[in-house]
Nanobody
């Protein structure tokens, strides 16, 4: 599957954004999906994942309670709703597909999407 993330932009601290990631074919509906972030000068970090059915989710402590992952398999799309944004949330956000929704998610990756930039600044 090929993935494309979009929806990034500039937002003030405390603001919200919804990122989307669309898959190219029906295999999307059978893959766990995750979101990663790479902040300037830092390594890419895992943020959240969702099972292929959408019934199970997982969040890293840094974003739990502020970010929400969801999916619509009919639209081949996974979402990441970002709220209460902080300057430290600035970075390029990537979606990824995996064969299993296990941690570390990176161990089961099958595809990466192109990133979308989120900038949180006043």
């Amino acid at each position: 599957v090929q993935l494309q993330a979009f929806g990034g932009g500039s937002v003030q601290p405390g603001g919200s954004l919804r990122l989307s990631c669309t898959g190219s074919d029906d295999s999307f509906g059978h893959l766990a999906m995750g979101w990663f972030r790479q902040a300037p000068g830092k390594e890419r970090e895992f943020l959240a994942s969702i099972s292929w059915t959408g019934t199970s989710t997982y969040y890293e402590d840094s974003v739990e309670g502020r970010f929400t992952i969801s999916r619509d398999n009919a639209k081949r799309t996974v979402y990441l709703h970002l709220t209460t944004l902080k300057p430290d949330d600035t970075g390029v956000y990537y979606c990824a597909a995996a064969s299993k929704m296990l941690i570390p998610f990176e161990n089961y990756l099958e595809a990466w999407g192109r990133g979308t930039l989120v900038t949180v600044s006043s």
